[in-house]
């Protein structure tokens, strides 16, 4: 590395006399002494011992040389710094131990010739080992100034080896890149972002980041970028569409992301684009195949409800919506006489036809499933929109439809549903359309059924009713009343008809017209009628113990279903044995048409009941389909009018001579058949006057006496009133 | 960001660099005036530091003429600064022309002056790298090229572990090297340090200077120094204060009294 030292011993030995020789020997010691320390030498004591030796006899013999010449003293000074005694020190310590010791070391410390010529020497030394010094400093300086100058440059080769990498890295991505200022001005964009946005480079430096905007950005996407600006963030990924050179569109996700300088302040913004289109157009067609029904290619449930909730969420959009709920009717039929193939193939022809008939903005068709189609509205101005719409569909339906040599004539039923969003929920109007589609169905289908908030009421309150009968049964909220029969001729109570009540605790007291129906759908009536006629028995048994021979009979009515009843015959003995109560003491009341239109078993049942002695009477006579053939054949003992035919016969002065004459017919048809009659709806003295000369036996109505507790019959009874 | 370690720093001659600063204690002028000023200011807080580099300089010269006495031909001189005088390939190649050396410091001054004193040599490599990830070192071509790991070769770390600290896993550090070894090799280091209760205040001071103004240092006492040497089997006379391992004369011990501070040794790999 640094210039070879000279560590040979010399062999040709010095021609100096031995006495000089030990001094110079003892000099070069002390010289050692004086310096080692001084300066860093890469010599072991030993070996710096000797190079002073060598050195030292060098100079004596220049001492004593002739002709005298300094040359040496400038060798030796120069060679001290060859061996690296670079220390100042050293050669101070050098040139006073040679004036000091030297001469006297060598046993000529009064030779003033030696001594001028050592003081020439120690001069030349000073100057070699000056000048030897100043070339190694330079040399040295020179030697570290070029490494920085090689640092450098190599640190500069690695610097644009990096550059050169990242250049290639952002050059070759295949991810789009680029960089814009923190005003958004793009400074570069690599080979894949020219690509996926068809732009060249100088064209893109023409853009500012800000005029990459899409209109379908979601708001997030620029908000997040003005916060990343303002350096409140430092990266964000989105989704993000861009208009390419082409006017087409690319599909992307984007990742930008915040470069700040040294200062932490945002200096650059760089982008890393993905072209995800691709995946994009992927996604929407397994969306559209998510909300798409297969068959028809019509929106499906999931896509209209998605819409429908939409409606709701953007109100301010639309005040009003309207919804068409169609079902075919007879489709079943359809399908299971043709098959399903004819069947879809149908439903293919329905969907179309549908889709033909409501298009525009703002009107969704969609299959629900099966037969069943729903059409959506938004925005619609009032009923009439829907009714058109409507009205449309059921008329695009009307001509037939031709599958596989079969003409088909199809009708749909439709229930519409049209008001205001507010106060409403999609899945109300879902409900309610449903419910009014069931009503075009019972209103005889082909047809269209507008929801009726007052219809929906009703069947939600008999909805009601029967959901809460059977509980009422077991609270007792029914109870029994009591009307008078009353015989004409004197004006007897010869009978009380039972007639069912219910104290509701929501909707207060109700008449059997309010529920007796809903009993026979539910079945709930035969339990019901089996502990009316169990009460009524009950009050039978007790006035017949009270009031012996003028015990009135109870009349207990008979639901269709009850007299159908296989165990009828039965419970009626039963409740006669349970009450002790004579079977003359029972009339049960049926209506024309259950005793009429029945089969045979019924009425043997009835002939059971009668030849057990109960009295047997038909209620409402008059306003059925009487076989009075039949009749004549029929267990019956009583006939009750009906209180309709009363109407003409209420006033005092004059009667109307129809209702007079079919009164007076009933009454000799059932004396010819040897029946009783009971007139219903006696309201008047007129009235009941007119029945009497009519010949007429018995008489029930306001007239006689409202239905009451049992005690209003005891008062009765007891002759209180 | 961190810097990737392929990209280059910068390269600040107002920043004193260790090399330099050694080079400028050792009677060099391979150095700047950042460089000397911190010199300086170390020497005025501590005169006898020149001293102390001396001895560190002459425990490399000794321990190298030991090693090729034992037969060593393969160094790898770890945080081997600027080259002044006294380098390992002088003392080996004059022993043996064949004797191979690799230099490695991080100091890329260091090392650019090295490389261009050195083209010539083509048993010498010169490495840039931290000697701190000796994966790094060891998988290098500089390293690789040159020597033989089958063969014994000597790890030499002069001047080099105080400078790093406990939490840099000196130990591990060492066994990263160690590992590569083949058994017979050696580890050679000199260290700055002495025992708890000779800290004087002149110490304190320059140690505080040289924290602040150049690289911070970590002394170790004598038994911390020697568990650097794990995996190795210290030759005699062991761990001793610098001067006195193997003096080759006993003029050169101080006679001052003081103990030195700074510990050296050599071990072999067992």
């Known amino acids: 590395m640094t210039e070879r030292v000279d560590h040979r011993v010399r062999d040709d030995r010095s021609p100096l006399d031995p006495a000089v020789l030990a001094g110079a020997e003892s000099f070069a010691r002390s010289w050692a002494t004086a310096v080692i320390g001084s300066s860093y030498v890469p010599m072991t004591r030993s070996e710096v011992a000797q190079h002073l030796q060598d050195l030292t006899e060098m100079l004596v013999e220049a001492l004593f040389a002739s002709p005298f010449r300094t040359a040496p003293g400038y060798e030796i000074g120069s060679r001290l710094v060859d061996a690296h005694f670079t220390g100042t020190d050293t050669l101070g310590r050098t040139i006073q131990l040679l004036g000091d010791d030297l001469l006297a070391e060598l046993g000529s410390a009064g030779d003033d010739r030696l001594r001028s010529r050592l003081a020439a020497l120690q001069g030349a030394l000073a100057a070699g080992y000056a000048r030897a010094l100043r070339e190694r400093t330079l040399a040295e300086q020179e030697a570290i100034r070029a490494a920085v100058l090689d640092a450098r440059d190599q640190a500069e080769a690695m610097l644009r080896a990096s550059e050169a990498r990242f250049r290639a890295m952002f050059t070759e991505a295949a991810i789009g890149i680029g960089i814009a200022d923190i005003e958004g001005r793009i400074l570069d964009v690599n080979q894949a972002l020219q690509d996926m946005l068809g732009f060249s480079v100088e064209e893109m430096r023409q853009y500012n980041v800000r005029d990459l905007m899409h209109p379908e950005d979601a708001g997030s996407v620029w908000r997040l970028y003005d916060q990343l600006i303002a350096g409140e963030c430092d990266h964000y990924r989105a989704e993000k569409r861009f208009h390419r050179a082409d006017g087409e569109q690319v599909w992307t996700h984007l990742t930008l992301s915040l470069v700040r300088d040294d200062h932490g302040e945002p200096q650059y913004q760089v982008a890393m684009i993905e072209d995800v289109t691709d995946r994009h157009l992927l996604q929407n067609r397994l969306r559209y195949q998510a909300l798409h029904d297969p068959l028809t290619g019509l929106p499906n449930r999931a896509l209209f409800l998605e819409r429908l909730g939409r409606v709701f969420n953007n109100r301010g959009k639309h005040l009003r919506a309207g919804l068409c709920y169609l079902d075919l009717d007879g489709f079943k039929v359809i399908n299971d006489s043709l098959g399903h193939d004819t069947g879809d193939q149908l439903l293919v022809e329905v969907g179309r036809r549908l889709d033909h008939s409501v298009s525009g903005e703002g009107k969704l068709v969609a299959r629900m499933g099966g037969d069943e189609f729903v059409i959506l509205v938004e925005g619609s101005t009032g009923e009439q929109d829907i009714v058109d719409v409507a009205d449309r569909v059921l008329t695009e339906l009307e001509a037939p439809i031709r599958i596989a040599g079969h003409e088909l004539s199809v009708s749909a039923s439709i229930g519409i549903v049209e008001r205001e969003l507010s106060g409403t929920t999609s899945a109300d109007l879902m409900r309610d359309a449903d419910i009014t589609l069931y009503w075009a169905k019972a209103d005889g289908k082909a047809r269209w059924a507008l929801y009726d908030p007052e219809r929906n009421a009703r069947e939600v309150a008999r909805f009601t009713l029967s959901a809460t009968m059977p509980r009422a049964l077991e609270r007792g909220e029914f109870y029994v009343e009591y009307q008078p029969l009353v015989r004409l001729e004197d004006s007897t109570v010869v009978g009380v008809e039972a007639l069912v009540r219910w104290q509701h605790p929501e909707f207060g007291r109700l008449a059997p017209d309010r529920f007796i129906e809903l009993a026979e759908e539910t079945g709930l009536i035969v339990p019901l009628g089996r502990w009316v006629l169990h009460k009524a028995c009950e009050e039978a048994r007790r006035w017949l113990v009270e009031f012996g021979d003028a015990a009135p009979f109870v009349s207990v009515n008979l639901a269709v279903r009850q007299s159908r009843d296989p165990e009828l015959v039965r419970d009626v003995k039963r409740i006669l044995d349970e009450c002790a109560l004579p079977p003359h003491h029972l009339q049960l009341e049926l209506t024309e048409s259950a005793i009429m239109g029945t089969a045979d078993e019924p009425l043997e049942a009835l002939r059971a009941l009668c030849d057990m002695g109960v009295r047997i009477a038909i209620d409402d006579f008059g306003t059925g389909y009487s076989n009075l053939a039949y009749l004549k054949h029929l267990p019956v003992h009583e006939l009750k009018i009906a209180g309709s035919f009363m109407e003409g016969l209420r006033a005092e002065t004059e009667e109307d001579p129809v209702d007079s004459q079919i009164v007076a017919t009933l009454v000799q048809l059932a004396h010819a058949l040897s029946l009783g009659v009971t007139a219903e709806g006696v309201e008047t003295p007129a009235q009941a006057a007119r029945l009497l000369r009519l010949g007429c036996d018995t008489g029930q109505g306001w007239f006689f006496a409202r239905p009451g507790p049992p005690e209003d019959i005891d008062s009765l009874l007891r002759g209180d009133l | ?270």
Do not use: C
């Open chain 2, 1 to 270: 960001m961190e810097r990737p370690n392929w990209a280059p720093g910068d390269i600040d001659l107002e920043r004193p660099s260790v090399a330099r600063v050694y080079d400028y204690w050792l009677g060099g002028a391979h150095n700047f005036a950042a460089d000397r000023a911190v010199g300086q200011k170390a020497l005025e807080f501590m005169p006898e530091l020149r001293d102390v580099i001396l001895n560190h300089r002459a425990f490399l010269r000794r321990a190298v003429r030991y090693l090729l006495g034992r037969g060593v031909r393969q160094f790898l001189d770890l945080g081997s600064g600027i080259p002044t005088v006294g380098n390992v390939h002088e003392i080996a190649q004059t022993a043996d022309p064949s004797a191979k050396v690799v230099y490695v410091d991080m100091d890329p001054v260091a090392v650019a002056h090295s490389r261009s004193l050195l083209s010539g040599n083509d048993r010498v490599n010169v490495l840039q790298a931290d000697v701190r990830d000796p994966a790094s070192v060891l998988s290098s071509p500089e390293v690789n090229d040159l020597l033989d790991f089958e063969q014994p070769t000597a790890v030499l770390m002069i001047a080099l572990m105080h400078f790093v600290s406990d939490d840099e896993n000196p130990i591990g550090i060492i066994g990263g090297y160690r590992d590569r070894l083949a058994p017979g090799s050696f580890l050679a280091i000199s260290h700055a340090g002495y025992e708890p209760d000779e800290e004087t205040g002149s110490y304190r001071a320059a140690r505080a200077m040289y924290d602040r103004n150049v690289t911070p240092m970590t002394y170790r006492n004598k038994v911390e120094f020697t568990k650097l040497f794990e995996g190795f089997e210290l030759v005699e006379p062991g761990a001793v204060r610098l001067p006195l391992w193997n003096p080759e004369s006993p003029d050169d011990l101080d006679g001052s009294g003081r103990p030195f501070p700074g510990f050296g040794a050599v071990g072999r790999k067992v």
